[in-house]
C-alpha cells in the first residue's frame, strides 16, 4: 500500500502533460461559469483599490464590494494552490524548458539555467527576482505597473480575454491578445536583451 | 457561499498554473521566443475546451447555481484600445508574469510577488486617474 501511495505521489508531482493542463484551465472556466461568474484575475487589483478606499476619491473604484468578494477568496485561493502546488506535489526537477531557451539565457543574459532542484525550481531567474536586488526590484515594480495599468485599460488579462473571452467568441478579446504579443515580443526580443544582455 | 466556491476553484487554480508550469517566467520567455510549443498548447487547448463547454452551457441552457442562463456581456469593440492596452500589459507579461501566476508565485515563497501584486494594483488605480485622456 505504501508503495502504491508512493506512486500516485510520484504521479501526480510530475509536470502536467500541456494538453491535460489546458483541459483542467477549461474546465475551471466551465465551473466558474457555473458558479455564476465570469473568470478573471487582474479585476482583483480593482477590488483591493476599493477595498483601501479609493472609491471615496475616484468614482470608478466605487465598488458595491460584498459582490466582488469572491474574487479576493478566488486569489486567496490561488496562493493556497501555488502552496500546494510547490510544497506537497512540486516537481521533483527543474521546469524541463527548451535547451534552446537555455543556451539562450546563457549566452545572452549570462543566467544559468538550475540543473536540478536544489538550484532552483525553474519558476522565475531568483537571481534577479528577489528582494535585495535593486535591478530586479526596479524591473518587478515596472513589470506590475505595466501589468495593473494594461489589464484595467484592456478591460482584463490573460485568464479574461485569453480563456474567458476567446471561449466567447470575442473579438475584443482577440485584438486584446494580439496586442499581448506584440507587448510581449517587444519586451523580450528588444527591451530585455538591453537591460539583461 | 460564493466566497467559499471561488476560494476553492482557486485552489485548483494555483495547483494547475503550478503543475502545468504555465507561472513560469521561464516558460513565458520561451513563448515569446518561440521555442516550444509547451504554453501555445495550454492556451490553445483551454481555449478550444473553452469554446464548446461556453457553447453546449448556452446551448443545452445549463442554469447556473444562481438559476441564470449563461451570458456573457460583449465589451464595446474600439481597436485602439485593445491593442495599445494589451501591448502595455504584454511588456509586464514577458517582464514579470500575469495576474494570476503574481498570486500562485507569491504562493511558491517568491516573497517579491508581493511587491509585484501591490505594484499592479497601483498600475490600476493610475489607469482610473488618468482614464479619461486615454482613447475609448
Known amino acids: ?197 | 457561499m460564493k466566497i467559499i466556491r471561488f476560494f476553492l476553484i482557486g485552489i485548483i487554480f494555483g495547483i494547475v498554473m503550478s503543475k502545468s508550469e504555465a507561472i513560469s517566467w521561464y516558460r513565458t520567455h520561451e513563448m515569446f521566443r518561440f521555442e516550444s510549443i509547451h504554453m501555445y498548447g495550454i492556451i490553445g487547448t483551454a481555449v478550444i475546451f473553452g469554446i464548446i463547454f461556453m457553447w453546449a452551457m448556452k446551448k443545452l441552457k445549463i442554469k447556473t447555481l444562481d438559476g441564470e442562463y449563461v451570458t456573457y456581456v460583449p465589451k464595446k469593440f474600439h481597436l485602439p484600445r485593445h491593442l495599445i492596452a494589451g501591448t502595455i500589459f504584454g511588456l509586464g507579461w514577458a517582464l514579470v508574469a500575469c495576474p494570476g501566476p503574481m498570486y500562485v508565485l507569491l504562493g511558491h515563497g517568491f516573497w517579491i510577488f508581493a511587491l509585484v501584486i501591490l505594484s499592479a494594483t497601483f498600475g490600476t488605480y493610475l489607469y482610473a486617474i488618468v482614464r479619461h485622456k486615454l482613447p475609448h
Open chain 1, 1 to 197: 500500500m505504501n508503495f502504491l501511495n508512493l506512486t500516485i505521489m510520484d504521479l501526480i508531482s510530475q509536470p502536467w502533460h500541456w494538453a491535460f493542463s489546458g483541459f483542467v484551465i477549461a474546465f475551471i472556466l466551465l465551473i466558474s461559469t457555473w458558479a455564476g461568474k465570469s473568470f478573471g484575475v487582474s479585476s482583483s487589483y480593482k477590488v483591493m483599490c476599493s477595498m483601501a478606499g479609493a472609491g471615496k476619491r475616484i468614482p470608478f473604484f466605487d465598488l458595491n464590494l460584498k459582490e466582488e468578494y469572491w474574487r479576493i477568496a478566488f486569489v486567496v485561493g490561488a496562493i493556497v494552490g501555488g502552496i500546494i502546488g510547490s510544497q506537497v506535489i512540486g516537481s521533483p526537477e527543474p521546469v524541463d524548458i527548451s535547451q534552446a531557451t537555455i543556451n539562450h539565457l546563457v549566452n545572452d543574459f549570462n543566467m544559468p539555467y538550475p540543473e536540478n532542484i536544489s538550484e532552483g525550481t525553474g519558476f522565475i531567474p531568483e537571481d534577479l527576482y528577489n528582494l535585495t536586488n535593486p535591478k530586479g526590484l526596479f524591473l518587478a515594480i515596472l513589470g506590475g505597473l505595466f501589468v495593473g495599468f494594461g489589464a484595467r485599460y484592456g478591460e482584463g488579462c490573460t485568464s479574461g480575454h485569453a480563456i474567458t473571452g476567446l471561449s466567447h467568441l470575442q473579438k475584443p478579446s482577440l485584438f486584446t491578445v494580439i496586442g499581448f504579443f506584440i507587448g510581449g515580443l517587444i519586451m523580450t526580443h528588444l527591451i530585455l536583451p538591453l537591460i539583461l544582455g
